[in-house]
């Protein structure tokens, strides 16, 4: 019985945890990018228009099938419901790391995961699909494309060298059928998309200063052939970014102990030197 109950501890834990975030998250207003982009483009959907027309929406529509319960509530629910998705996303991802407790407390310290809670958004799924088979993750990473190119890239080439075209097909095939699938229902959605950043605020990136810091990661993800390294360098790719988009990037380092810890609070520091949560 003792054995069973420890087996499930970290289970009942994040459970526990997470009922707590969404009942604490209701008395909070709803979050920016949710109030803004993500429930009104969800409603546009279920209206029966294309939520990619006039609203500054960059996901795939499989994204949609995050927002569609959360957006059928009121606007502070909904944004309560999305923010613990997203937290349980992060949570899952660090335990498939397999994060150390010290770690952890770190993380979710991080006023980055704390942004994600108070102004959710999708930055969890690149932190969760990064943990998942490529074939699976792909669609969780490209629900933020502008902080996950990396990755795919890597993913791509990592294929390609260890099947060919027969192994990249198959890696591949799913998440371009649904791109294909997608232009048809929606037209050629990911041509707005260049609008929709033009219109978006620079509060965290590093563009075009940290294209260096990327290339190199990149670089050196490819020579010692370590995915999360493609992960780290995200960001340092992105000409717009918010705080919590550094979040995965952090989880890059897991389970390196010590480099998550420093990484935490190094975006501590600069966190109160900028006195800019979102």
Sequence with gaps: MESTVKKFLPLISM???LSVLLIALTFFSAGGDWQEVLRPSTRALLDGRNPYDELRFL?????FLVLIPPALLPSVLGSALFGAIGAAGYLL??????????????L??????????FN???????ALGFTLPPQIGLFFVLTKP????PLVLFWLIDAWRSGGWRRTAWTFAPVLIAYALSFLIFGPWILHMGGAVSSLSNTAN????????????????????????ALIAGPFFSPYLAPYSWLPAI??????????????????????ISNHLF
């Design 15 to 17: 459970l526990a945890l």
């Design 59 to 63: 996901s795939p529509p499989w994204a």
């Design 93 to 106: 991802a660090f335990y498939r790391l397999r994060v150390k407790p010290i770690g952890l407390v770190f």
């Design 108 to 117: 979710v310290a991080n006023p980055a995961f704390l942004a994600a809670l």
């Design 120 to 126: 959710p958004n999708f930055d969890w799924a690149v």
């Design 146 to 149: 502008q902080i996950s190119a």
């Design 206 to 229: 590093v563009w075009p200063w940290g294209l260096l810091a990327g290339v190199v990661l990149v670089i050196l993800s490819l020579r010692k052939w370590r995915a999360n390294l």
């Design 251 to 272: 989880s890059g380092l897991i389970p390196d102990t010590l480099a998550t810890v420093a990484a935490c609070i190094a975006f501590w520091v600069a966190f109160l």
